[in-house]
């Protein structure tokens, strides 16, 4: 067990370039979220995957962002046209549910630092 | 709905005093409750989780917390702190499919 990782750590980009980004969860976590953190705050939950099914969007999640999970491992986050306002801290976070048990807790990621100039 | 408020934005403390970091929730469900701790340029770790069952948790490096269903709180606690105790500490209630509701933070600021 490895952990989540998260590639590439930091990302400087100018406005209006498509950025993506991945993230490899715990091996057989069947679950898999995205957050993003902006200074001073705590993460924001962005989407959710049960295996290759994305299961819920937050409308913080406007249409110039997009995400994958294609096999149910890894997933991508890709931003379209970026804005400045889309400078945050991007947080993947996996978790294994069982039948009955669907309450535990979720590991993240180290982040993506995703700059906006 | 669920949400957290952390009412302190930073604590300043010095080494080997006690300190409580407050957490209030709101949940419209079940209660599970989570501390995690993050570390500057890091993701967030695990600190402790409350489920069900005993109101008082114990955690990871000495913490623990306690679950307060009246007062709708979850307090973190640590009788003695370390200065590698310093970084920010996150407070947050799982919500329907599991998603967590995080509060906005607190930064413990351990002086020597």
């Known amino acids: 067990d490895t952990g989540v990782s998260q590639d590439p750590r930091h990302k400087i980009t100018k406005r209006g370039q498509n950025v993506t980004f991945r993230c490899d969860p715990i091996?057989?976590?069947?679950?898999l979220y995205w957050y993003r953190q902006t200074l001073g705050q705590g993460p924001e939950f962005l989407t959710y995957?049960?295996?290759?099914?994305?299961?819920?969007k937050s409308r913080l999640l406007s249409d110039r962002f997009s995400a994958e999970r294609p096999k149910g491992s890894f997933s991508t986050l890709e931003i379209q046209r970026t804005e400045q306002g889309d400078s945050a801290m991007y947080l993947c976070?996996?978790?294994?549910?069982?039948?009955?048990?669907?309450?535990?807790?979720?590991?993240f990621g180290p982040g993506t630092r995703l700059t906006v100039t | 709905a669920q949400s957290v408020t952390q009412l302190d934005s930073q604590v300043p403390v010095f080494e080997e005093a006690p300190v409580e970091l407050r957490c209030n929730y709101s949940?419209?469900?079940?209660?599970?409750l989570f501390w995690y701790v993050q570390y500057p340029n890091q993701g967030l770790q695990l600190l402790l989780k409350y489920l069900s069952g005993s109101t008082l948790v114990k955690g990871i490096n000495g913490f623990e917390a306690e679950f307060n269903k009246s007062q709708t709180s979850f307090h973190l606690r640590k009788p003695s702190v370390h200065i590698s105790d310093t970084a920010e500490y996150f407070c947050a209630v799982s919500g329907p499919f599991n998603k967590f509701y995080f509060g906005s933070g607190t930064k413990l600021n351990v002086k020597p």
């Open positions: 949940s419209s469900v079940s209660v599970y």
């Open positions: 091996s057989e976590h069947n679950r």
């Open positions: 995957f049960q295996n290759e099914a994305q299961l819920e």
């Open positions: 976070a996996s978790s294994q549910t069982r039948a009955g048990n669907s309450m535990v807790e979720q590991y």
